[in-house]
Nanobody, 122 residues
């Protein structure tokens, strides 16, 4: 089994910062990419940022220049530093990991965390 555990969400004022963390554990052979997605109330889940094992990053236009994704491959952990937060950034943030998983035989898989709430309000 594979578990992704997110932390770091909370309430922040507009213009403030938060840092999200997501640690993957369990039967992991290798993780190709990890990412953050978010879902605001009444809206579809959307991409925030992704990062490959080689460090290639991709960001949604709405967060470019404000958010930074990083990764510790040795710890199977991904981070999202969020600066200059806006009310429209408020959402449940989900972590995603794609790669090879399994106990004996490696199989491609895609796992999600349970989500962490980010609220941006004065």
């Amino acid at each position: 089994q594979v578990q992704l555990v997110e932390s770091g969400g909370g309430l922040v004022q507009p213009g403030g910062s938060l840092r999200l963390s997501c640690a993957a554990s369990g039967s992991i052979f290798s993780i190709y990419a990890m990412g953050w997605y978010r879902q605001a109330a009444g809206k579809q889940r959307e991409l925030v940022a992704t990062i490959t094992s080689g460090g290639t990053t991709n960001y949604a236009d709405s967060v470019k220049g404000r958010f930074t994704i990083s990764r510790d491959n040795a710890k199977n952990t991904v981070y999202l530093q969020m600066n200059s937060l806006k009310p429209e950034d408020a959402a449940v943030y989900y972590c995603d990991a794609r790669g090879l998983f399994g106990t004996i035989v490696a199989k491609e898989g895609d796992y999600w965390g349970q989500g962490t709430q980010v609220t941006v309000s004065s």
